[in-house]
């Protein structure tokens, strides 16, 4: 659905085959990526005007049931959203909620289902991360590194509340919310089905070349 490479040649631009509207970077400056190359990455500042807010006009970022988020992210000491459906946070989640920990919640258009957690996300180095949902068996995965570390029955066919814009880096409207990621993202991909654990390891390979 979805490939924002998020390195300085590309800028906020989609290259996906649904060429979705640019993602909208400020105050982001660009740094190195996973292979160590400069301008391959986009640098959060861990305050509430450093953001990236991906459109989602049309529904293009919404896959409507089944989905695949995966992404390389460089967590530092400031934890905070990574990728948040709707601006105010009340959509789908991944967030580093603290240092080492890796939290996604699917949330539907009714209610917030149970999360899934994982303790195994690495301060100050390059994770790649994923979170797949099944529509039919209404089971969801997490994974670190291309394995799973945390999947969770939640309910077969959810209507996920996707259909709005995406934050990364601060949200708007959370009451009390003082929590922006600072780190580093790169290469960010949707897909409106559930990746296998090779194609998720096929999906990191293709963020390295876009790095090259």
Avoid at 31 to 58: A, H, M, Q
Avoid at 63 to 88: A, L, Q
Avoid at 141 to 151: A, D, E, G
Wanted: positive net charge.
């Amino acid at each position: 659905m979805a490939f924002f490479p998020l390195r300085s040649k590309t800028g906020g631009k989609d290259i996906g085959p649904r060429k979705n509207h640019p993602a909208r970077l400020v105050n982001t400056p660009y740094g190195k990526g996973p292979d160590g190359s400069p301008g391959t990455s986009v640098k959060l500042k861990g305050r509430p005007d450093s953001y990236i807010e991906f459109p989602n006009r049309n529904g293009k970022l919404d896959p409507r049931r089944s989905m695949t988020f995966v992404g390389y992210v460089y967590p530092e000491e400031k934890p905070g959203p990574i990728f948040n459906y709707n601006t105010d946070g009340s959509g789908v989640e991944i967030w580093q909620k603290r240092p080492n920990i890796l939290f996604v919640r699917y949330v539907t258009k009714k209610k917030k289902t149970k999360p899934l957690v994982s303790v195994k996300l690495v301060r100050k180095v390059w994770n790649w991360i994923g979170t797949t949902y099944n529509h039919v068996t209404g089971e969801a995965k997490l994974y670190i590194n291309s394995k799973p570390v945390s999947r969770r029955r939640i309910g077969a066919r959810l209507r996920l509340a996707t259909t709005q814009p995406v934050r990364t880096g601060a949200i708007l409207g959370r009451k009390g919310n003082k929590r922006y990621f600072r780190g580093r993202v790169t290469c960010f991909q949707v897909y409106s089905k559930v990746l296998t654990v090779l194609q998720i390891r096929a999906a990191r390979k293709l963020c390295l070349k876009t790095c090259e």
